[in-house]
């Protein structure tokens, strides 16, 4: 689950981590009162969605007084902004932040992830911050520095001597990113995150080592036990689609293709969405339903697959195990005949109950199309979306 910059920043101000004074808009008409708080002329307007690059869209602007300010506001609001991670529609802008503009002596690129190869955390840091981060990583991977950390085990001073090795800092600063790092880990922890990135982290002018933006990711599965962070969730910036799967306890994911995919479990719906782009097509979604989904839930996915307008025909792969093959089938037919199905259905079942879950789909008068096996599956959605 991401959350906005307005938001990391109040979590890492509550662990007394340097952030600059700011304050976040959701109306026009809240500036004047609100700006009062603030203890600058110069400003920096922020558009907050979940997105990287808002920088290069548009969506960051420094003001030198309260006229531009208000200018720059009304052209934010509103303003759809189209950047490297929102894909090709862009973000429409609902929320912007504006805070205290800071003197930058030097900029840095500061973060914290799980690194799922060793089981660690993994700190990365580079001496380069900003925007092109990426570029730096790719163009010159000798410039970014990993350290990683057993999670069960306190960060030594080794560990963040290597961590912030790449800045040169002084010695003050030095002590500043000792508590830096210490806290950072402890939020990882203590909030369950996937991913906290500080980018830039910079030196002022003053010498002060401050968290210029931040980012932070969280475990969608151990939210269930941080309701305060839960509570910042934005449906506003999530895929309607995936926001209705998650009522439903569905894992889904949208993307570009135009074949539905349903299957029960994550590794059968890679390989089924693998071996729908070997035989010359492209997947319109991950989803899994699950191992013991009911015919509700089951119903629940076809309906989300069919909301999506690019979907030109669906394949249906389940291997009944926990889930029974006949109601699978029972969900799919009542989804279909609800939502008068109109695109071409392969299904292809296999295991528990797989007689009669081929008789339901048999019995219902749909125009269902059987495949003996994910191959043939796959041939037979392709050729029938054509």
Request: aromatic share 4%.
């Amino acid at each position: 689950m991401n959350i906005h910059e307005y938001q990391a920043k109040e979590i890492l101000r509550n662990y007394k981590v340097p952030v600059p004074n700011g304050i976040m808009i959701l109306k026009l008409t809240e500036i004047e009162e609100k700006i009062k708080k603030l203890n600058k002329k110069s400003l920096v307007i922020k558009a907050q969605i979940h997105a990287g690059g808002r920088g290069k869209a548009g969506g960051v602007k420094l003001v030198k007084n309260k006229e531009d300010l208000i200018k720059e506001a009304k052209i934010m609001f509103g303003k759809t902004l189209i950047t490297h991670q929102t894909g090709p529609k862009g973000q429409k802008v609902k929320k912007i932040y504006i805070e205290e503009a800071t003197d930058i002596d030097k900029e840095f690129y500061l973060s914290c992830l799980v690194d799922r190869k060793s089981s660690k955390i993994a700190f990365i840091t580079s001496s380069q911050g900003g925007t092109d981060i990426e570029k730096i990583a790719s163009k010159s991977p000798e410039k970014i520095t990993t350290i990683k950390i057993d999670l069960n085990k306190e960060i030594n001073k080794k560990d963040i001597e290597n961590i912030i090795r790449p800045f040169s800092l002084s010695e003050t600063q030095k002590k500043d990113a000792n508590n830096l790092i210490n806290t950072l880990f402890k939020i990882f922890k203590e909030k369950d995150a996937n991913l906290i990135e500080i980018n830039p982290l910079i030196v002022s002018k003053s010498g002060k080592l401050i968290c210029l933006d931040a980012k932070m990711n969280f475990d969608d599965n151990a939210i269930f036990r941080q309701p305060k962070i839960l509570e910042l969730r934005d449906l506003d910036e999530e895929d309607p689609k995936e926001v209705e799967a998650s009522r439903h306890d569905l894992s889904y994911i949208k993307l570009n293709g135009s074949i539905g995919c349903m299957v029960n479990g994550a590794g059968l719906a890679m390989a089924t969405m693998d071996i729908i782009k070997l035989y010359g097509s492209e997947p319109a979604n991950f989803l899994d339903v699950g191992g013991g989904a009911s015919k509700e839930k089951v119903s629940a996915a076809f309906k989300i697959i069919l909301s999506d307008k690019n979907v030109k025909g669906i394949l249906i792969n389940i291997f009944g195990g926990i889930m029974r093959c006949d109601v699978l089938a029972q969900g799919v037919v009542e989804a279909a005949k609800e939502t008068k199905l109109s695109v071409p259905l392969v299904v292809r079942l296999a295991g528990t109950n797989v007689k009669l879950g081929k008789e339901i789909l048999k019995k219902s008068d749909l125009k269902i199309i059987s495949a003996s096996n994910l191959a043939d599956a796959a041939k037979k959605i392709i050729d029938a979306t054509k």
